[in-house]
């Protein structure tokens, strides 16, 4: 089973950026989409953002869209999520997760297709 571990989460202000990363052990990480959940205090895991095994399919949540860009190099066995233009509302415990195919063309957006989480990294933006 592929172990996740994310960081780069931090305090920072509305309109500052952050890149969270995901690092991802063994030489299976690269055949599996890998997506960003976040969750924030009182609330339900909501889904951010995914992209498939080959980088070439991502989406985005709505509320995101525009500001985060999700990407991955599978040399280095991570995935990153690019957040531009914090807004306080985007405070929460984010975690990545890899699905349960492998090589798939596309993506899913629910929790129930990911097989493997990280632990999660808190990333929080003051107003």
């Known amino acids: 089973q592929v172990q996740l571990v994310e960081s780069g989460g931090g305090l920072v202000q509305a309109g500052d950026s952050l890149r969270l990363s995901c690092a991802g052990s063994?030489?299976?990480?690269?055949?599996?989409?890998v997506a960003w959940f976040r969750q924030a205090p009182g609330k339900e895991r909501e889904f951010v953002a995914a992209?498939?095994?080959?980088?070439?399919?991502?989406g985005y949540t709505d509320s995101v869209k525009g500001r985060f860009i999700i990407s991955r190099d599978n040399a280095r066995n991570t995935v990153y999520l690019q957040m531009n233009s914090l807004k306080p509302e985007d405070t929460a415990l984010y975690f990545c997760?890899?699905?349960?195919?492998?090589?798939?063309?596309?993506?899913?957006?629910?929790?129930?297709?990911?097989?493997?989480w990280g632990q999660g990294t808190q990333v929080t933006v003051s107003s």
């Open positions: 997760a890899t699905s349960w195919s492998v090589y798939g063309t596309t993506y899913s957006r629910r929790e129930g297709e990911y097989k493997s």
């Open positions: 063994g030489r299976t990480f690269s055949t599996y989409a």
């Open positions: 992209i498939t095994w080959n980088g070439r399919s991502t």
